[in-house]
């Protein structure tokens, strides 16, 4: 009689089986622990079916895949990763992308990352319904250290445990090359990106290299495989995804910095826009974009006059024309509340403009001057906060809070469904 041990027994049983065990949550007990970093979700164009899953690891994978079932079941859907490893500031990034699909909506489902016979723990998987959902709002988050980011992101998930979603609105890093920033923020919100979605925003300093010129953010790009939005050559710049009852649409600035990589961002943006938004049927309509569409007057510098940026110039227009309900923007580090502006003034039946603040430690001390289009202003000198965004069918709650949790604004947009 030939003796083979359990582990022969336990492949060659899998390999006859076509993988029964495995759909039947059966759980090799010779499993070995993986171990992954920078494990998140990223928000996908349907978050009530889908979800993409990265993650990153210090060596190759043979076979990198995902296992998917819903909670407390044994069922197991598997998903093959892709290898999009990556080099930048001189190291090379071993990253896998997944792309998990025909999900149930408002669904609690659990996952985990699997290479062989090495797996991960299980970590949380919730897909959008059409209720009521918050989102989480993080200003800038550019930092030195990234300690402040840290305590800002900490207080705003545990004080809003509900967040089904968070958004960072640009100038994540303060230096896009420097590999050792993107650690740094991916550690202070690593257990959240695992059990929820990121939508990112580029900002100006994912542009910046270490001698601090001007290169394509390779970092940005790479990091976060947002929804596709068919346009060639601007993968991953700008994209758009529903969730809930909001469509949100986001939105790349740096023309200026990028012209030389891929010209021509704002027309191709807009011509985009239009076509995403024909599309859409949902019934609130959200933007983010880094920088503000509003120009300020600089303390000490008088030959520069208030008005508008380029980007309002370019896009305001598009805003009100398409219907949009709220705009969120940044870059400036400091937080300002203008109402419904329609034709470039107050208008009650305009679009929602708000300037989301800062939620790292660059600051501006005393930098700028008040607007006459400004309603409410953090406290100055400026601190950090972050903003809680609440959506259903017929309301709109936009409300922000400082770094220790104290309210300092609430906006309500309500509409008859």
């Known amino acids: 009689m030939i003796k083979i041990n359990r582990r022969t027994f336990i492949k060659a049983a899998a390999v006859i089986g ?14 070995e622990k993986l171990n992954v970093e920078n494990l998140r979700q990223i928000i996908s164009a349907g978050s009530s079916n889908s979800r993409c899953i990265m993650w990153r690891t210090d060596s190759p994978l043979k ?3 995902v296992e998917v079932k819903l909670k407390n079941s044994s069922n197991v859907m598997k998903f093959s990763a892709i290898d999009s490893t990556f080099t930048d500031d001189g190291e090379e990034i071993f990253q896998y992308t997944a792309n998990i699909k025909n999900l149930s909506p408002d669904s609690n489902y659990e996952y985990r990352i699997f290479d062989g016979e090495s797996f991960t723990d299980f970590f949380e998987l919730k897909t959008s319904s059409d209720k009521k959902f918050k ?9 030195a250290d990234y300690d402040v980011w840290g305590e800002v992101a900490k207080t705003a998930f545990e004080k809003n445990p509900d967040a089904e979603f968070f958004i960072n609105v640009g100038d994540i890093v ?5 590999k050792n920033q993107w650690r740094a923020w991916f550690e202070k919100v690593s257990e959240q990106m695992k059990k929820i979605p990121f939508a990112p925003v580029m900002g100006n300093h994912e542009t910046y290299s270490r001698d601090w010129q001007i290169r394509f953010p390779t970092a940005y790009i790479n990091y976060f495989a947002v929804p596709d939005n068919g346009v060639e050559n601007f993968s991953r710049r700008f994209y758009s995804f529903d969730f809930g009852a909001a469509h949100f649409v986001i939105l790349d600035s740096q023309w200026d910095e990028l012209e030389q990589f891929q010209p021509n961002l704002i027309e191709t943006q807009k011509n985009w826009l239009r076509e995403d938004m ?14 503000d569409v509003l120009q300020y007057r600089i303390n ?11 980007v309002g110039v370019n896009f305001m227009p598009e805003f009100e024309n398409l219907n949009f309900d709220a705009v969120f923007t940044a870059h400036l580090h400091t937080y300002r509340n203008r109402g419904r502006l329609k034709n470039f003034r107050e208008d009650e039946t305009g679009t929602l403009y708000i300037l989301t603040g800062l939620a790292g430690d660059v600051r501006y001390s005393n930098l700028w001057a008040d607007h006459a289009l400004d309603k409410v202003i953090a406290p100055q000198p400026e601190i950090d906060n972050y903003l809680t965004l609440e959506v259903d069918e017929k309301n709109l709650s936009v409300k922000c809070f400082l770094h220790d949790g104290s309210q300092i604004d609430e906006i309500n947009l309500t509409k008859e469904v």
Do not use: V, Y
């Open 278 to 291: 024909q599309k859409n049927s949902k019934t609130w309509n959200i933007a983010f974009i880094h920088r």
């Open 63 to 65: 076979n990198p895949a």
């Open 18 to 31: 076509g993988g029964f065990f495995a759909g039947c949550g059966f759980e090799k007990n010779s499993a």
């Open 174 to 178: 303060d230096n896009g090359e420097d």
């Open 135 to 143: 989102a989480l709002i993080f200003p800038d988050s550019q930092s």
């Open 300 to 310: 000490g510098r008088p030959e520069r006059q208030e008005g508008f940026s380029d």
